[in-house]
Structures are given as C-alpha cells and as structure tokens.
C-alpha cells in the first residue's frame, strides 16, 4: 500500500526537500503551493496525511488546517504542521488547533520519517475499519468515553442514524448511498463548528449509517437540533425530481410488489451523565439503545435526550418513560396502572412487560397485547377515558376508494391516521395519537372536511396500513 501525502508549503526550498524524502521512501506526494490549490486537492483525493506549512498564501497554516478538517475527504486525517522555532510557544498555547502534530523547521531526515510514521500509525489505529469517512470507529469511540468516564467530567452521547437508508440504498445503489454517508459526515462535522461544540468534542462513525459524537452536555441540544435542521434541507438534493416531490421513493420488496418508503431523516438519541453516573460505555450503550428504538417508531427527523433523571422507585414510573412529553396527554395514571386497578393483568404480567418496554423501548399496550395479557379491544375501551375519546378498532376496517383518496398515502403514513367514514361535512378519523391538535387541523385543511377524531392503537395501525398500502399507490 503506497500512501498517500500532500506537502502545502510555499517554501520552495522546504517543499523540494520534503518531496524528494518522501518519494525516497515511496510514498505518493501531491503539492500545493497556495491554500485554495490544497483545499481542492483535499477535497478530490483520500489522504493519509497533511504536512503543512505554518506561512500559506491567502490563508495561514493554522487556519488552512481547520477548513481541511471540513472537507468529506479530509475527517480524520491527521494533519502536521512544519513551523518555525519562534511559532513553537503559540503553537503549544493555542486552544483552537485544527493540526495533529508539529515539526520545528529545520528538520533531519530521521526526525521527519520518525514522525510522519508515528501519525500514519496513530491515524491507522484511530480510523479502523471506516475508509469511507475516514472517521474514528468502535473502539476509539468507547476509548473516548472512557477517559471521561474516568476524568468525572460532564458529557453528552448523541447517537445519530440515518432513516430509511436502506430503501435509498435500494432505489439508487451503493455508490449514491457512499455520498450520502460522506455527505451526513461533513455534515455533522459542520454542525459541531457552528454550535461551537467543536472544541471538545469527539465525532466518530460506527459504521453503515450510524454516527456518534460525544460532547459537553451544554452544547448537545443546539448541536442536535442544527443537525436535524440541516440534514433535512439538504439530503432531499440526493434524490430525483420525481422521489422529490413524491417525498417518497417505490422499491420493489422481494414479491416484487413496489412499496413506498419516505425521505431519509435522522434520529438523534442523546445520554448524558448530568444526572446519573455512568460506569461504562456498555451503560451508555444500553440507555441509548432505549431511545433510539423510541425515536424510530417516530416519522421524520427528530432528537431525543433520555429524560430519565434519577433512578426509579417503582415500576409504575416507567411505564411511559419513553413515550413524548407533551402536555396533551393525561399521564396522571399510566396504561399499565389502569389495566391492573381493572383487574385485566396481573403483577406479574406488568412486571414482564415493563421488563420487555425497558429492553426494547416498545409501548406497554403493545406488549401486554402481543403477550397475549390483553386483547386489543380491552386496551382500546381502557384508554376512551384517558384520552376522552371513543374507540375505534381498525381489524375489520375496509378502505374503500373513496376513503383513500380523502388522505395522500404519505399523510396517513406519517400522521398514523385513518379515514373511517364521511357523513354530513364530517370525517371520522382513527388516530393513534387523537389529541394531536394539529395533525386535526391539517386533515381538516387536505380533505376540507370537519375532523371528528377517534382514538386507534399503534398495532392495529400497523397491520391496518401493511393490508391496504397498494390502494393508496
């Protein structure tokens, strides 16, 4: 493997000096004598490492390094500066650096071999098993967290995935889906820049799709929700004009049947150690796992710190641990509670299934029904009371055509609604979540209909939507 190094230095003297050194020992060389020629080069070309100038053109070293470290191609290669002696006291000083490492001017033939091996080393060992964004992966992630662990500083987690990825994938190839990941990693590395998170992060690629950046705990929302904003105006430019303003894309599943997916977007499932002490990186794991199988039951982008404060003191506490905050609901006695003042459950049967909601972040009523504890209609009557509305059971529900073409299939998908009836100027509406405001107002505004809202599980939805999506294609 011959690797590959770029030499941005306006020196001449310096630059042949270098050039011939390092074509002695075979590596590939690439020059650039001004700053806009190494930004272009950085940008085409996968580097394994930078040696740069401390007095470019245009722009100097220091700062060239940072805007190096924006580039798809640049994350995570490391970068030395070549400075001068008196530069030294500033260089060590500074606490905005965007080099890995520094050699003083004039320099030896061993001392530069010596030192261009040990990045190339520490760059192998730090990146793994991620060529495409040449970020760090697995083990430099957990490496990271450890030492913060151990430091007792406060930090945050944000564990990101793209959704829906694989239907991209699918429809465009591997070689599209290679951009989009390369993309969402510039990406993020922007976000940290502009939510002034960048300084003590850590940003690290676990592999396919999924990201993590590590943080203080101050930063983490106003670098998620950048990141949401940011991901969801750019990543629709990857799609054809027609998957574009479908907002959707048609990929044939293995029966060869075409079923609509949405547009990519990204979950953000955020942990921190401001409230509870972390031992390892297999409890931060375990707590993130929880909140990304929440936020991926959740249509389009979202982010979503783990809002457990404090250990629980019962198992009722819980209950609805992961389900939204929003003031709509009344949580004043959780699902599972009501099942068991009915006398429909038992302790035991709750504790399971608590146990199973904790594991894999799925709704209580979900698991007592796949449990076979309750039927769906026990769980639908029980909760009329809590969200003040009727019931409506979608097992046997037929949607005709009339009835599919009131809602676009993309608004019943990701409103998890469903037209019942028509009578009068008025649409019955099975909802999963029947106190969402403006979901109500939205349906009302696409079928110019009064919206009469009913309340439908998740479940039902579900299998609901699964029988009937070919009629709204």
Do not use: W
């Not at 019943?412 to 509406?429: F, G, N, Q, S, W």
């Amino acid at each position: 493997m011959s690797y590959k190094i770029l030499i941005a230095e306006k020196d001449s003297d310096t630059l042949a000096l270098l050039e011939a050194r390092l074509l002695a020992r075979n590596y590939d060389v690439f020059i650039a004598t001004h700053s806009d020629e190494a930004i272009r080069l950085v940008q085409k070309v996968r580097f394994d490492l930078v040696l740069m100038g401390t007095t470019m053109e245009e722009v100097d070293g220091v700062n060239l390094a940072k805007k190096m470290k924006q580039s798809i191609t640049g994350l995570g290669v490391p970068i030395m500066l070549l400075a001068e002696e008196n530069e030294v006291r500033e260089l060590v000083l500074s606490r905005d650096r965007g080099f890995d490492d520094f050699l003083i001017k004039p320099f030896d033939a061993f001392s530069l071999q010596l030192r261009i091996e040990l990045n190339l080393t520490r760059a192998r060992e730090r990146l793994q098993a991620n060529p495409l964004t040449n970020l760090p992966g697995s083990i430099a992630i957990e490496e990271n967290i450890r030492k913060r662990i151990d430091r007792s500083e406060l930090f945050s987690v944000c564990y990101m995935d793209i959704n829906h990825f694989k239907s991209f994938n699918d429809r465009y190839g591997f070689e599209r889906g290679d951009q989009v990941i390369r993309h969402t990693a510039q990406l993020i590395a922007r976000c940290l820049e502009l939510s002034e998170a960048d300084r003590n992060s850590f940003f690290g690629h676990i592999g396919g799709d999924d990201f993590v950046v590590v943080t203080d705990t101050d930063h983490e929302t106003r670098f998620a929700q950048l990141c949401l904003q940011e991901f969801d105006r750019i990543i629709p430019t990857h799609y054809e004009d027609a998957d574009r303003k479908r907002k959707s894309v048609l990929v044939k599943n293995r029966s060869g049947v075409p079923v609509s997916f949405p547009l990519m977007s990204l979950s953000i499932a955020a942990v921190t150690n401001l409230y509870r002490p972390y031992r390892s990186m297999a409890e931060v794991a375990r707590d993130a796992a929880e909140v990304k199988a929440y936020l991926k039951t959740q249509p389009g982008s979202h982010y979503l710190r783990d809002r457990r404060e404090m250990p629980l003191s019962s198992l009722q506490e819980s209950l609805e641990v992961l389900s939204p905050s929003d003031e709509k609901r009344d949580t004043s006695k959780p699902l599972g509670q009501l099942l068991l003042d009915a006398g429909l459950i038992t302790e035991i049967e709750l504790n399971q299934a608590v146990k199973r909601h904790v594991e894999t972040g799925e709704r209580i009523g979900q698991v007592l029904i796949r449990m076979n504890a309750v039927s769906s209609s026990e769980v639908g009557k029980l909760l009329e009371s809590k969200f003040s509305v009727g019931y409506v059971s979608l097992k046997n529900h037929i949607l005709t055509e009339d009835l599919a073409r009131i809602l676009t299939e993309e608004f019943v998908r990701d409103h998890r609604v469903v037209p019942i009836t028509i009578k009068d100027d008025a649409l019955e509406l099975a909802m999963v979540d029947p106190v969402d405001q403006e979901t109500i107002e939205a349906a009302e505004e696409l079928s110019g209909l009064r919206v009469i809202p009913k309340f439908t599980l998740e479940n039902e939805f579900e299998e609901f939507l699964e029988r009937n999506r070919l009629k709204f294609i």
